[in-house]
């Protein structure tokens, strides 16, 4: 690692105008380009405290051996510099975005003596009209099959051409219609190149003008009683028509446009593009990357656009590009995509209207395409053991975690405190491992301790303490512990009833086959949060007397990993397969705990006095309720009118007649335009309240839904 001031420039020695600088490695290998509008100020930012930079940039500086810059004129002329560089040392902390595939495009060849319709992809070449790119090769060939017949441009391939020629004899299309064969002459080149024009105007959008020349060509033949060409007309507009349904009108004005949409955590962002020509939809693409840097959403913008519109010219910029997050600065990037274009092109962000609306659209797809990716990613055997060597190797274990358990804390202002215990097992999830708890405090409420404040320090203490005892108490039933050695638990373990039967010796699982609930130990627990979570973590482990499980947290802010007596984090690489487990595993249980935390919030708002009265369930309140029709009459009630709902005995109605009695009644209801009191308004049925304290998520649910609360 080396010491940036080793090779940290002096202040006079740097140029204070635009330019585009290089950070090499001690190999001379380039790491990192950036371009800057002052070298001197933006250069300067890299050579301070390493502690006040974001770890990123650290790790990049503490990588570098050397610094070079290049001077020129504009901001314009440094972006287009900064593009070329990284297109020729492909540095590896830059963004540089990735097609998870080759995507086709429509070629028209008119380059060639006889132009030809195709599907191309890789790199453009000169002279040739692209089209797209589209998301299938198939959808491309569907689109020419229907085209063919109203513009019959040769499709085929050079040898089949120059065969046809020798013989005289057209191939298979030609017979049937779907080819002018100019190979044996019954077009010239010029007729067949207008055919191939008027079949490139109609996919650049320009359809309006040609179908009312065919509409009107139609006509005309009727009109002349030329029934069959007028025929074979309507024939032609009906397949054109039909092409043109496939990309339906999404922007009413006609507009070229194209649509850019990012979506982004901190490890990953994914970019989509939806081009616009003519108001329809004509292609689609979508990119991911690394955030091996630290970028904001207006700089990944712009690494989009110098990568789409980096080797393009003409046409192949639009008028218009609309984005969620404009670039900082914006003058040279819109200068920059004019020269691109021979004229002025509109960056801006979409505020109203059908564009708007559309820029959602191409967002869903961007969140789609990241969720995907990450799918993808997780999935592979390979990637997941490299994670799992990579987190073992940071945290210094013995073995790679194959179970890992991570824990969260979650309220809301100090209300209905809750905790999460998500699992991965082999780098995947096991959601029917998955646990809730609620956070029960000194006093047995579900309100975190207020003598200082919302404290999840010891919410984390008392979920860990929990959950390990329980993991002791089944290790104990399950005769795991040697002859004389303590059980480090002190009274009856948590959530055990008195009187429970005894699990036969040596088993780990329940009478109905399914593993017991907290019966297998993780080999690293991971808490959300930094130093204090982590501290709290270990010091339940060691008041419980358990040393073989190891224990760390990640705080999300700089994505830093925390263990247990350190005063400084381990800080993962930002493309480390391990980091990106972790966080997953974090992000998991974060997802899971505020699910949980909601539902039990929505509950206690919508419960009622007859949530009190003990051993009346939701079956018998339904029964009450649909009786009197409201807990309004149920209160006015007596007890042998109670009495007289089927299922409640004397004993009960009198514990509801109490019960009701106890409870204050609702306020009564006020006609905000008059200021009466409204007596006769009735009160809402209720709703039941959350049950355990801890509650496994039920296993009969199929896979896709175990681990959602109901």
Not at 144 to 161: I, K, M, Q, Y
Not at 243 to 272: G, R
Not at 410 to 425: C, K, N, P, R, T
Request: charged share 30%; net charge negative.
């Amino acid at each position: 690692m080396a010491d940036p001031s080793s090779y940290r420039p002096k202040p006079g020695d740097i140029p204070d105008c635009p330019g585009v600088y290089r950070f090499r490695d001690e190999y001379r290998r380039v790491i990192y380009v950036g371009k800057a509008k002052s070298l001197r100020q933006r250069l300067a930012n890299y050579f301070q405290d390493l502690a006040n930079l974001h770890p990123r940039t650290r790790s990049m500086v503490t990588t570098a051996a050397s610094v070079e810059w290049t001077v020129v004129s504009t901001e314009v002329e440094a972006l287009q510099l900064e593009y070329s560089w990284i297109k020729e040392f492909d540095p590896r902390f830059n963004v540089k975005y990735r097609d998870d595939k080759s995507y086709p495009y429509l070629a028209v060849t008119m380059n060639e003596e006889f132009p030809r319709v195709q599907v191309m992809r890789g790199h453009k070449k000169k002279g040739v009209r692209y089209f797209g790119p589209y998301g299938h090769a198939w959808a491309i060939r569907d689109t020419v099959d229907l085209l063919l017949r109203v513009f019959p441009v040769r499709t085929c391939s050079a040898g089949v051409f120059k065969n046809a020629a020798r013989t005289g004899r057209p191939c298979l299309l030609g017979y049937i219609g779907k080819c002018s064969a100019p190979c044996v002459g019954r077009v010239s080149a010029e007729e067949h190149r207008e055919l191939a024009e008027d079949f490139s105007d109609f996919m650049a959008g320009r359809t309006g003008t040609y179908l009312r020349r065919l509409e009107k060509q139609m006509t005309e033949a009727a009109e002349e009683m030329e029934y069959e060409r007028a025929a074979r007309l309507r024939d032609d507009i009906e397949a054109l028509k039909k092409a043109m349904e496939k990309n339906a009108v999404v922007l009413a004005d006609a507009t070229d446009a194209d649509l850019i949409a990012v979506a982004e955590d901190e490890l990953e962002a994914a970019v989509q593009i939806f081009h616009v020509r003519g108001g329809r939809v004509r292609g689609q693409r979508g990119w991911v990357t690394d955030k091996v840097e630290d970028v904001t959403t207006g700089a990944l913008v712009e690494h989009a656009l110098q990568q789409l519109y980096g080797e393009e010219s003409g046409d192949a910029v639009p008028k218009e590009v609309l984005v969620p997050a404009l670039p900082d600065p914006l003058e040279p990037v819109q200068e920059w995509l004019a020269e691109r274009r021979g004229s002025n092109v509109s960056l801006r962000i979409p505020q109203r209207g059908d564009k708007k609306a559309l820029m959602e659209t191409v967002q869903r797809n961007a969140q789609q395409g990241l969720v995907l990716h990450k799918t993808r990613r997780a999935s592979d055997l390979t990637t997941r053991s490299r994670a799992l060597e990579e987190i073992a190797e940071a945290l210094d274990l013995d073995s790679a975690p194959l179970r890992i358990e991570c824990y969260d804390i979650s309220h809301l202002q100090g209300d209905d405190v809750v905790a999460s215990m998500v699992v991965f097992e082999d780098g995947l999830q096991r959601k029917s491992e998955y646990r809730r708890f609620q956070i029960k405090g000194r006093a047995g409420d579900t309100r975190l301790w207020h003598g200082e404040g919302q404290d999840d320090v010891r919410s984390m203490h008392e979920v860990i303490t929990r959950r390990f005892r329980r993991y002791l108490a089944e290790k104990e039933r399950t005769g795991e512990w040697a002859d004389g050695e303590d059980v480090p638990v002190d009274g009856s373990p948590d959530g055990l009833p008195d009187g429970a039967p005894e699990a036969p010796v040596g088993t780990l699982v329940e009478d109905d086959g399914r593993p017991k609930r907290f019966a297998y130990p993780p080999q690293l627990v991971v808490v959300d949060g930094g130093q204090p979570q982590v501290a709290a973590a270990q010091r339940a482990l060691d008041e419980l007397g358990i040393d073989d499980i190891a224990v760390c947290g990640l705080a999300k802010r700089l994505e830093e990993i925390w263990v247990p007596g350190e005063d400084d984090p381990v800080v993962l690489p930002r493309s480390s397969e391990g980091l990106y487990l972790l966080q997953r595993v974090r992000d998991e249980a974060h997802r899971f705990a505020i699910t949980y935390q909601r539902t039990r919030r929505a509950k206690r708002f919508r419960s009622g006095p007859l949530d009190d009265v003990p051993g009346l369930g939701e079956t018998r309140k339904q029964a009450l309720i649909k009786h009197f029709g409201s807990v309004k009459r149920l209160r006015s009630a007596t007890i042998d009118q109670i009495c007289g709902v089927p299922g409640i005995g004397r004993k009960t109605a009198e514990t509801i007649a109490a019960a009701l009695a106890q409870a204050a009644p609702a306020a009564p209801a006020v006609n905000t335009a008059t200021g009466e009191i409204m007596e006769d308004v009735e009160e809402a049925p209720p709703a039941t309240t959350a049950a355990d304290a801890e509650t496994p998520v039920p296993t009969s649910v199929p896979d896709d839904r175990r681990g959602q609360e109901t």
